[in-house]
């Protein structure tokens, strides 16, 4: 599968020379308004939840994309990256190196609004919480994490439940432990 291309469009990040171990520095783009409509504040609902994973995973480090936008733009990506043709909640794209210290690109993550916005009116849960949810998600697959096997997943899902309750956000899987 090719690398995807950086998400901004000159292909650079803004880290405002903060990038460094033991930090992710962090550059949104917003291409869907309505996120800024849903979610108050973007920017501390990302650092909040950057910093809760680097107290988890302190070797998690680097400069780190976040795309804010809608289905189509996530169908495309999910196509052209995943060979899947439909839209998805979130995807992330790891940078070159991960397990170098010397890392500057940790990766970038794209989230679609219609989806995220769909799946937390249908699990009754606030738009916020789980957007949060998602990033922290996708920074897990960034910081090496997988669900490939059932054993993987069960690690990655107690790491998600562990992280999102220190930000005091309820267990995503808890109404799936009951089937």
Not at 28 to 36: A, F, G, T
Request: hydrophobic share 30%; charged share 25%.
């Amino acid at each position: 599968m090719d690398n995807p291309p950086p998400i901004l469009p000159n292909g650079t990040r803004d880290d405002h020379g903060l990038s460094s171990q033991n930090h992710i520095a962090q550059s949104l783009v917003v291409e869907c308004k309505h996120w800024r409509n849903k979610v108050d504040d973007l920017e501390g609902l990302l650092t909040k939840c950057t910093d809760t994973v680097l107290k988890h995973i302190p070797n998690c480090h680097g400069d780190l994309c976040v795309l804010f936008s809608d289905d189509k733009k996530l169908q495309d990506l999910n196509a052209q990256f995943r060979g899947r043709d439909k839209p998805t909640n979130v995807l992330s794209f790891p940078g070159e190196g991960f397990e170098e210290t010397n890392l500057t690109q940790l990766g970038d993550i794209a989230l679609g609004f219609e989806t995220c916005e769909r799946e937390a009116h249908e699990k009754q849960i606030s738009f916020d919480n789980h957007t949060a949810h998602l990033i922290i998600h996708g920074l897990l697959h960034l910081c090496g994490y997988d669900h490939q096997t059932d054993n993987e997943a069960s690690q990655m899902e107690a790491l998600e439940v562990k992280i999102l309750a220190k930000m005091d956000i309820d267990n995503p899987y808890k109404d799936e432990e009951k089937l």
